[in-house]
């Protein structure tokens, strides 16, 4: 019988970083053996006398770390790091299902808006079955005959809108995202 402590346990945590520094906090967290994750996204942008695809955070500011609770102050020296997101006055940890959701949308080549002043309408809980975003949890909104997913990110307070064909999604029964 197993009987670790649940300090024991490693967690995906949120730390916030510079602005703009997301790219090189990833890699110096990488380069110090911690495991990390940073979602980015292809955008085309356009300068004057071009265009070009590039890629930003999904999320701005924020990159996610997977380790236990006790050794976050590991993070703190990083240059570029600002603090630990905190929620009660203890680091706020990150589910499982939202990580995977972000590693969805930051694999898909799919293009979408990023929105973190919507507020979320009580939906159902549904799971996108084809496309891109397949294996995606989220909530369903119909807005004017337009089918969304909105993958709320609680513990960010961050929403991230996609347009998926209502053929594609799935109803989850009694599973709640948010």
């Given at each position: 019988?197993?009987?670790?402590?649940?300090?024991?346990?490693?967690?995906?945590?949120?730390?916030?970083?510079?602005?703009?520094?997301?790219?090189?906090?990833?890699?110096?967290?990488?380069?110090?053996?911690?495991e990390a994750f940073l979602p980015l996204v292809k955008t085309v942008r356009?300068?004057?006398?071009?265009?070009?695809?590039?890629?930003?955070?999904?999320?701005?500011?924020?990159?996610?770390?997977?380790?236990?609770?006790?050794?976050?102050?590991?993070?703190?020296?990083?240059?570029?790091?600002?603090?630990?997101?905190?929620?009660?006055?203890?680091?706020?940890?990150?589910?499982?299902?939202?990580?995977?959701?972000?590693?969805?949308?930051?694999?898909?080549?799919?293009?979408?808006?990023?929105?973190?002043?919507?507020?979320?309408?009580?939906?159902?809980?549904?799971?996108?079955?084809?496309?891109?975003?397949?294996?995606?949890?989220?909530?369903?909104?119909?807005?004017?005959?337009?089918?969304?997913?909105?993958?709320?990110?609680?513990?960010?307070?961050?929403?991230?809108?996609?347009?998926?064909?209502?053929?594609?999604?799935?109803?989850?029964?009694?599973?709640?995202?948010?």
């Amino acid at each position: 019988m197993n009987l670790s402590k649940p300090e024991d346990k490693k967690y995906w945590y949120a730390i916030f970083t510079k602005p703009r520094a997301e790219k090189k906090v990833h890699q110096r967290m990488i380069d110090s053996d911690i495991e990390a994750f940073l979602p980015l996204v292809k955008t085309v942008r356009q300068w004057s006398d071009r265009k070009k695809t590039i890629q930003i955070p999904l999320i701005s500011s924020y990159v996610f770390v997977y380790m236990l609770e006790k050794d976050l102050n590991q993070t703190l020296p990083i240059q570029g790091t600002v603090n630990v997101l905190k929620h009660l006055g203890k680091p706020a940890k990150v589910r499982d299902i939202e990580i995977e959701n972000l590693k969805i949308l930051s694999d898909s080549n799919e293009s979408f808006e990023i929105d973190n002043s919507i507020k979320v309408l009580k939906g159902e809980v549904v799971e996108v079955l084809k496309g891109p975003f397949m294996g995606l949890i989220a909530t369903c909104e119909k807005t004017s005959g337009n089918h969304r997913v909105i993958v709320k990110i609680d513990s960010l307070g961050s929403c991230i809108i996609v347009n998926v064909p209502l053929s594609y999604l799935r109803k989850i029964e009694n599973k709640s995202v948010v």
